[in-house]
């Protein structure tokens, strides 16, 4: 994927060049920042194609950062990874939660990050190109990041866009929360904090749409189903 501009803020300079130097041999573009506001004004400056993001840094936290980036109406779009050396579920629960896209805990393998980064900009790539989903009053337009409810636009967080998205485009396949799980978080293996995450996120769409919320079925012990008729 040349071209593509990656953002690395690390506060380890001998992570940041491990970084930087297998990115550069893939041919993506790389910006670097050692502390957490240097790396923030960069992410909104330059609206890289993704950032990576360690949770410990100077000035300003990484969860800090991602919360801001997800809050922005215009870097909300701008996929983010997780690299730390903190690996407890409360931390992946709560960098997931915020918007990020994957999460990876040092030490790590930079072939496993680079594909990694390259499954999630697929992803968004996808995302750009998808055609509008309709059911019912609900229309969701995937390239303008839209959905509206009987023709009024309904404000989704970025997870909770993607969640729909997905079960709208399984056409009435049941999905499982593992599944969910990998495909709009980007994040799988985790029994543990499957549940909250993807649970909450339901619960929270569930809400915002109304009556259209029954499309959304809960099937017992395995996921969700997205009811087109």
């Known amino acids: 994927m040349p071209n593509e501009t990656i953002l690395v803020i690390e506060d380890e300079k001998n992570i940041l060049e491990l970084v930087k130097y297998n990115l550069e041999k893939e041919g993506f573009r790389v910006l670097t920042a050692l502390k957490g506001n240097a790396g923030l004004d960069m992410a909104l400056k330059e ?9 410990m840094l100077p000035e300003i936290g990484g969860l800090d950062i991602c919360r801001i980036l997800k ?13 730390t050396a ?8 709560v960098g997931l939660e915020l918007g990020a896209d994957d999460y990876m805990t040092k030490p790590f393998s930079p072939r496993e990050l680079i594909a990694r980064i390259k499954a999630v900009l697929r992803r968004v790539k996808d995302k750009s190109s998808a055609k509008v989903l309709k059911a019912g009053t609900l229309e969701l337009d995937a390239a303008k990041h839209e959905l509206r409810l009987k023709g009024k636009p309904v404000e989704l967080t970025a997870k909770e866009f993607e ?19 990998e495909r709009v978080w980007g994040y799988d293996h985790s029994v543990h904090i499957e549940t909250r995450t ?3 996120h339901v619960g ?12 959304i079925v809960t099937v017992k012990s395995v996921g969700y189903r997205f009811d087109e008729e």
């Open 163 to 181: 969640l729909l998205k997905t079960l709208m485009e399984a056409s009435g396949r049941v999905l499982s929360r593992e599944f969910l799980l």
């Open 71 to 83: 809050q922005n109406d215009k870097s909300r779009g701008i996929p983010l990874i997780m690299l």
């Open 86 to 93: 903190k690996g407890t579920e409360a931390d992946k629960v």
């Open 204 to 215: 929270g769409l569930r809400k915002k749409i109304g009556k259209e919320s029954e499309r």
């Open 47 to 55: 609206k890289p194609s993704l950032v990576i993001l360690d949770l």
């Open 198 to 200: 993807v649970d909450m």
